[in-house]
């Protein structure tokens, strides 16, 4: 917990730092008295760290001591996630080794299936291989599998000379491909005797098909679980970050893995 996220600045007078790290402990005590109401066989150690740059410093603290992350979001729209900056998606994009869990506002969070992303890369691997790691015996996974039908905008003209079924059959074999991811993803659930069900989504945008998804199962999931494909800041504007978006725009917690 750092002071500045209260606006408490630290300073060169002796007295008023003092102050800001009282306050910063209290919050601290307050984050473990909440941990240990719900989880009183768990060791929590509070710190209180002053920073000049929360981001940054943020990012290189957990890497060198955690496994995982795990903050909230103050819900920034698009415009004050320009001018002011985002710190979980600052965190999204730097983190490099250890997972990350964005909690949105929300009042209460249940113990229900997690929904895993899959798209058969090396990230979605990296993600259900840490989701093993999180299971209960009694937990339950969902995997979800969205393929593009692709080629939308030459669908309404046919008469420029695209061939009569061409989009059906690519949406097809993409709706293949995704079906081998799920099962693909069964056999490693498999392996850790958690059963896994899965569903096949076709979508003109991935990164939105999944917000739909969750729209359209608002109260089915306890948290997504993702991977990130590490994209450099230029691929992030160029081809958008599925992840990224995915956080801002969803209701559910979501884990990101690197």
Same mark, same amino acid.
């Given at each position: 917990?750092? %002071?500045?996220?209260?606006? #408490?600045?630290?300073?060169?007078?002796?007295?008023?730092?003092?102050?800001?790290?009282?306050? $910063?402990?209290?919050?601290?005590?307050?984050?473990?008295?909440?941990?240990?109401?719900?989880?009183?066989?768990?060791?929590?150690?509070?710190? $209180?760290?002053?920073?000049?740059?929360?981001?940054? !410093?943020?990012? +290189?603290?957990?890497?060198?001591? #955690?496994?995982?992350?795990v903050?909230?979001?103050?819900?920034?729209?698009?415009?004050?996630?320009?001018?002011?900056?985002?710190?979980?998606?600052?965190?999204?994009?730097?983190?490099? @080794?250890?997972?990350?869990?964005?909690?949105?506002?929300?009042?209460?969070? +249940?113990r229900?299936?997690?929904?895993?992303?899959t798209?058969?890369?090396?990230?979605?691997?990296?993600?259900?291989?840490? /989701?093993?790691?999180?299971?209960?015996?009694? !937990?339950?996974?969902? %995997?979800?599998?969205?393929?593009?039908?692709?080629?939308?905008?030459?669908?309404?003209?046919?008469?420029?000379?695209?061939?009569?079924?061409? #989009?059906e059959q690519?949406?097809?074999?993409?709706?293949?491909? $995704?079906? +081998? @991811?799920?099962?693909? /993803?069964?056999?490693?659930?498999?392996?850790?005797?958690?059963?896994l069900?899965?569903?096949?989504?076709?979508?003109?945008?991935?990164?939105?098909?999944?917000?739909? *998804?969750?729209k +359209?199962?608002p109260?089915? *999931?306890?948290?997504?679980?993702?991977?990130s @494909?590490?994209?450099?800041?230029?691929?992030?504007?160029?081809l958008?970050?599925c992840?990224?978006?995915?956080?801002?725009?969803?209701?559910?917690?979501?884990?990101?893995?690197?």
């Amino acid at each position: 917990i750092n %002071a500045e996220y209260m606006g #408490f600045k630290p300073s060169k007078n002796i007295a008023k730092t003092t102050e800001t790290l009282q306050k $910063a402990d209290d919050l601290c005590l307050q984050a473990v008295r909440a941990i240990k109401n719900q989880c009183p066989n768990v060791h929590v150690t509070p710190a $209180a760290r002053p920073t000049a740059e929360v981001r940054d !410093d943020l990012v +290189e603290f957990c890497e060198d001591e #955690f496994d995982m992350l795990v903050m909230g979001t103050r819900g920034l729209g698009v415009f004050q996630r320009a001018l002011l900056g985002s710190v979980s998606t600052h965190v999204i994009n730097h983190i490099k @080794r250890i997972a990350v869990c964005i909690v949105p506002q929300q009042e209460t969070v +249940e113990r229900k299936p997690f929904l895993i992303c899959t798209d058969g890369s090396d990230a979605s691997t990296r993600a259900a291989n840490f /989701l093993t790691l999180l299971l209960k015996p009694e !937990d339950k996974v969902h %995997a979800v599998s969205m393929y593009e039908r692709g080629l939308s905008f030459a669908e309404p003209h046919m008469e420029l000379g695209f061939p009569t079924g061409m #989009f059906e059959q690519h949406a097809e074999l993409q709706k293949e491909k $995704a079906e +081998e @991811r799920i099962q693909t /993803l069964a056999r490693l659930f498999e392996t850790k005797q958690q059963p896994l069900t899965g569903s096949v989504v076709e979508t003109f945008d991935v990164k939105e098909g999944i917000i739909d *998804y969750l729209k +359209e199962h608002p109260t089915n *999931y306890m948290a997504v679980v993702m991977g990130s @494909r590490g994209l450099s800041s230029v691929a992030r504007i160029c081809l958008g970050s599925c992840s990224n978006y995915v956080v801002h725009n969803s209701h559910l917690p979501i884990i990101i893995t690197h």
